[in-house]
């Protein structure tokens, strides 16, 4: 059975970073692209930025240069760096694996103006 833990949401203010994990079990990690999404409130879930099986990696324009995707494999964790932080990128963080419907139970990022 696939699960995926996401932790490190938190507050924090305009301008500063968090980091987010997201530990994957049941399935072989590496085989696998990952992503990254979030969902504020009355919004759709959106992608925020994705990572292939071979580390090409893909980012929303609104993240770009702020936001790092990572993998490690051997730990079958991936992460989301978070820079410069804005009060727009408030939402609840979802890991998922790409291409299949398994979802992490959501970390909450807020950022204060």
């Known amino acids: 059975q696939v699960q995926l833990v996401e932790s490190g949401g938190g507050l924090v203010q305009t301008g500063g970073s968090l980091r987010l994990s997201c530990a994957a079990s049941g399935l072989t990690f590496g085989s696998y692209g990952m992503a990254w999404y979030r969902q504020a409130p009355g919004k759709e879930r959106e992608l925020v930025t994705a990572v292939s099986s071979g580390g090409t990696t893909y980012y929303t324009d609104s993240v770009k240069g702020r936001f790092t995707i990572s993998r490690d494999n051997a730990k079958n964790t991936v992460y989301l760096q978070m820079n410069s932080l804005k009060p727009e990128d408030t939402a609840v963080y979802y890991c998922?694996?790409?291409?299949?419907?398994?979802w992490g139970q959501g970390t909450q990022v807020t950022v204060s103006s």
């Open positions: 998922t694996v790409r291409g299949y419907d398994y």
